[in-house]
T-cell receptor, first 113, second 113 residues
């Protein structure tokens, strides 16, 4: 049963445009994440938020910025997209802790033309 | 080089057969391990976690962890066509602020009817 919701499912845009992806979790978790999955299916952490505070910010281009209004929502904004941003963006959530399982949403597929 | 490496890249087994996956870490900070499964068009879903040396069994799935060699394995007995998916090993560090997961490159399993 899906408890991490992402919108949109799919987005096509032109180079240089701004896009924004939404994520909501109904699990009551404290921590949310954004991962990027590339065309080779490699998964890599981008950001981690705990109770609206940024905890992990991996080396990602500055055009990427996470936005959190409360602990159940974590959005991802990309200013001026580039072709290499084409990927699937996966949102996840967990209780805080290195032993807590992360639950993933279905992902948002971005295609930059 | 990836900190979490998986083998094989792909695997094909007959229905009812045993599927085995391997995962090795090059970082001794990794203490907690998960196996995730991702069906096409979906987000990864946690199959099981393993934190202690030895075997852990859940239904048809058995995971094995050897912390000394940083090796984790997953075995699926009585494989079903619905088990066909991409399988990821993921690791988390001890006292990991933000609890980010580091994923292996994945193993694609095909179960032949």
């Amino acid at each position: 049963e899906t408890a991490v919701f992402q919108t949109p499912n799919y987005h096509v845009t032109q180079v240089g445009n701004e896009v924004s992806f939404n994520c909501k979790q109904t699990l009551g978790h404290d921590t949310m994440y954004w991962y990027k999955q590339d065309s080779k299916k490699l998964l890599k952490i981008m950001f981690s938020y705990n109770n609206k505070q940024l905890i992990v910010n991996e080396t990602v281009p500055r055009r990427f910025s996470p936005q959190s209004s409360d602990k159940a929502h974590l959005n991802l904004r990309i200013k001026s997209v580039e072709p290499e941003d084409s990927a699937v963006y996966l949102c996840a959530s967990s209780l805080l802790g290195d032993q807590d399982t992360q639950y993933f949403g279905p992902g948002t597929r971005l295609l930059v033309l | 080089q990836q900190k979490v490496q998986q083998s094989p890249e792909s695997l094909s087994v007959p229905e009812g057969g045993m599927a085995s996956f391997n995962c090795t870490s090059s970082d001794r900070n990794f203490q907690y391990f998960w196996w995730y499964r991702q069906h096409s068009g979906e987000g990864p879903k946690a199959l099981m976690s393993i934190f202690s040396d030895g075997d852990k069994k859940e239904g048809r799935f058995t995971a094995h962890l050897n912390k000394a060699s940083l090796h984790v394995s997953l075995h699926i007995r009585d494989s079903q066509p619905s088990d066909s998916a991409l399988y990821f090993c993921a690791a988390s560090e001890l006292n990991n602020a933000g609890a980010k997961l580091t994923f292996g490159g994945g193993t694609r399993l095909t179960v032949r009817p």
